[in-house]
């Protein structure tokens, strides 16, 4: 009798630890965005085991066809009906150093339009208006409507900013449809693209950072720096632990509000890591359209195949910027490494994904232009 308790009991505490294993998969892991396979840049969890940093930045650009991740068909058909003439507006979320600046004068400058947007010399913004109306908005970038909702802001900022910053701007409150898109960069290469920026004087001091209807006090978020941080030297940029530069794609997609937005007691190092990485990546999924950096021609494709508009010009791929060119150490690399390493899980779920939408578009599109050998940059 007392063996069959006792069995009873085992199986009744293997189930109980079955279920709880499938409920956090599926907290981590909605929809199958993911595969169960051990992280190979990024470890939570305490113990001696390292990750695997040698060479990590290296595999993101190799074996391009190589898919890692399973997506529901769902997922990878990004046919969005965006309609620039009704309610449509697309929301660029521009984050630092991944050439957003580029791809924000693409969307204003170099669009085959009915009415393209008006671009007055000697002026930062543009007037992007839908045909026949004289002030319905249908693109809300840092070259359209400035920064309206902050310098460089979030995802956190822009979903509880743009509708009614739109509503201010239209001078009405009307329901809208509102398509989120972004572009990605090697984190290697943008932080190094960071850190030089930095060192000749950027600051983004005026960012908000509102996140749950208030800014960060200082204590939640101390500054690295007095007035500015010019020269910085690479080892001095690194051991600042409130650099934003570190993770900052993690950060700038996720929901900050799910970890206590700045206030990092609310939440333990580990777990808020994971929630993280998991809400960057579920928003970074259901964006009606990301681009990487290093692949300039197939972002082009891509937004043009899901918005159904044209670029008048090919995008250019840079072969090299000051980033690729800055000779680092090994230990300093490594040390960029560590401190991205959200980012790199995260850089490597998105190319994945942006590869998988790209075969997509090409086994449905008789028109398909192929840049399969398509040179990858040293941004």
Not at 78 to 83: G, I, K, L, M, S
Request: proline share 4%; net charge positive.
């Amino acid at each position: 009798m007392a063996e069959k308790q006792w069995l009873k009991a085992s199986v009744g505490a293997l189930l109980g630890l079955m279920v709880f294993g499938l409920m956090t998969y599926q907290y981590l892991c909605p929809g199958n965005s993911c595969v169960s396979r051990p992280d190979r840049y990024v470890t939570y969890g305490g113990g001696n085991s390292r990750p695997d940093y040698a060479g990590a930045v290296d595999r993101l650009l190799q074996e391009p066809r190589r898919k890692k991740y399973t997506f529901r068909p769902s997922t990878l058909d990004r046919d969005v009906d965006f309609n620039i003439s009704e309610n449509d507006v697309i929301v660029f979320l521009h984050m630092q150093k991944t050439g957003g600046t580029t791809f924000g004068r693409h969307l204003v400058k170099n669009m085959d339009l009915e009415r393209p947007c008006q671009c007055r010399r000697g002026q930062k913004r543009c007037q992007c208006l839908r045909p026949g109306t004289d002030r319905d908005i249908w693109l809300f970038s840092r070259f359209s409507t400035g920064w309206s909702c902050g310098l460089h802001a979030d995802w956190t900022e822009l979903k509880d900013c743009v509708p009614d910053m739109m509503d201010k701007k239209e001078k009405q409150p009307k329901k809208r449809r509102y398509f989120y898109i972004t572009m990605l960069r090697e984190p290697v290469a943008r932080y190094l693209s960071e850190w030089r920026h930095v060192q000749r004087g950027a600051t983004w001091k005026t960012s908000r950072h509102m996140c749950d209807g208030k800014m960060p006090s200082e204590k939640e978020l101390p500054s690295c720096f007095d007035e500015n941080w010019v020269g910085v030297g690479l080892d001095e940029f690194t051991d600042c632990p409130w650099n934003l530069a570190n993770n900052r794609q993690t950060r700038m997609l996720a929901d900050l509000s799910l970890v206590g937005c700045y206030n990092t007691s609310r939440v333990n190092q580990e777990q808020r890591n994971r929630i993280l990485l998991g809400s960057a990546k579920t928003n970074l999924r259901r964006m009606a359209f990301f681009g990487l950096t290093e692949f300039q021609k197939k972002s082009q494709y891509m937004f043009e195949r899901t918005f159904k508009l044209k670029f008048i010009e090919s995008f250019e791929q840079v072969n090299g910027t000051t980033a690729g060119r800055t000779p680092i150490s090994e230990d300093k690399k490594r040390k960029v490494v560590e401190l991205n390493a959200l980012d790199i899980e995260l850089y490597d779920y998105a190319k994945d994904l942006f590869l998988q939408r790209l075969e997509r578009l090409k086994q449905h599109d008789p028109d398909y232009y192929d840049y399969v050998d398509e040179e990858v940059a040293n941004w």
